[in-house]
């Protein structure tokens, strides 16, 4: 699902402290993780919001989303869950704000949001997220403002989310319409990581090519690089093409 630059500005709204860009106006590592929990697949993307996320996931805007609200920690104190969950339709999930859980529900189910039995937060159980016996196809974990992860056991979903994420980044990376992945690519990030890894990505910048850096654990000295000429040209690892 390639994206152009002026479709989404999520990756240059976030900075962190002390991180040395790639891309001048990139000032937030952007990092992918992807890990098997039970039937599902969890992918942990940063940064993303749920608007681009409702987009990358492919789901329909009448889909149902049922929307949970805690409970959570702050400064080692628990939080009672913010009220019961709501049942809103998919497309609403870019007026949401604050932390929140998303579970998907087909358009038509009569399943009231009280009766999945799920608990919150999401992460704490990815592998019970996704009621796939009811349709539900996705469920989403959003904290921070820019930390989702997208859980199902669809891997075709989550491989088009991850594809779409990469193209969104590349696009406001390089602020001008970048080729699209290859298939390759893809299939080497869709291996699940152990416990503990993740990947950063790197855009780096070129006029004459374009080059995307994959660094394990956000360690550029054994991150691995993808190259392509250009528009219609295959991407490749390595530095020629």
Known sequence: MPLTATQTH???RHALDGFEPCVPHIRYPVTIGLYREGPNLGLFLAPLDLPLAR???GIADTDHAVVLRGPAFLEDAYLAAEGEAELRAW???DS????VDVIHLPEGSRVRPSELGIDTPLLAAPEQAVPSDLGSR???GFADGCHTAIISPDDALIRRTLSGFISAYAAEASQRPAP??????????MEPHSPGRWHELR???ARKFFALEVAPNGDTTRATRWVC???GQSWRPGWSW
């Open 96 to 99: 949401l704000c604050g932390d």
């Open 138 to 140: 996705v469920a989403i």
């Open 180 to 189: 699209a992945l290859s298939s390759s690519l893809i299939d080497v990030l």
């Open 55 to 57: 987009r990358l996931t």
């Open 10 to 12: 999520v990756f240059r």
């Open 91 to 93: 497309q609403d999930l």
């Open 229 to 231: 000429g250009g528009h």
């Open 203 to 205: 855009w780096l910048p």
